[in-house]
């Protein structure tokens, strides 16, 4: 079970945190992702930090302005969100995986690899 929160609306340039909150003793052991899905438009992978917690990956769009992090203590994965577009409005969900990785960021990006999805939180941004 995820659990994500933290959306909200905000103005161009902003900052946003949000957080997932996984349960179960497994989560140091998971895949964890945030993904984006914008009106219209198909869900689309933002950044994933593999299980080791030393490998992320970022979208083109966001690299430089976002950053995943990982707590395993708190089970939780957050989402730094800085100078923040009307481009990144979106439901915003956070998803764990447990399989045995592929290679790179084409399989981590891969929305398919995910079997756990949280809720969806949404974030507007205002211009």
């Known amino acids: 079970q995820l659990q994500a929160c933290g959306g909200g609306l905000v103005q161009t340039g902003d900052s946003l945190r949000l957080s997932c909150a996984g349960a179960?003793?497994?989560?140091?052991?998971?895949?964890m992702g945030w993904f984006r899905q914008a009106p219209g438009k198909e869900r689309e992978s933002v950044a994933v930090n593999t299980w080791t917690g030393l490998t992320t990956y970022y979208a083109d769009s966001v690299k430089g302005r976002f950053t995943i992090s990982r707590d395993n203590a708190k089970n939780t994965v957050y989402l730094q969100m800085n100078s923040l577009k009307s481009e990144d409005t979106a439901v915003y969900y956070c998803?764990?995986?447990?399989?045995?990785?592929?290679?790179?960021?084409?399989?981590?990006?891969?929305?398919?690899?995910?079997?756990?999805w949280g809720q969806g939180t949404e974030v507007t941004v205002s211009s």
């Open positions: 179960g003793r497994t989560f140091s052991t998971l895949h």
């Open positions: 998803a764990a995986s447990g399989r045995a990785p592929g290679f790179g960021r084409s399989w981590f990006f891969d929305i398919n690899n995910y079997a756990y």
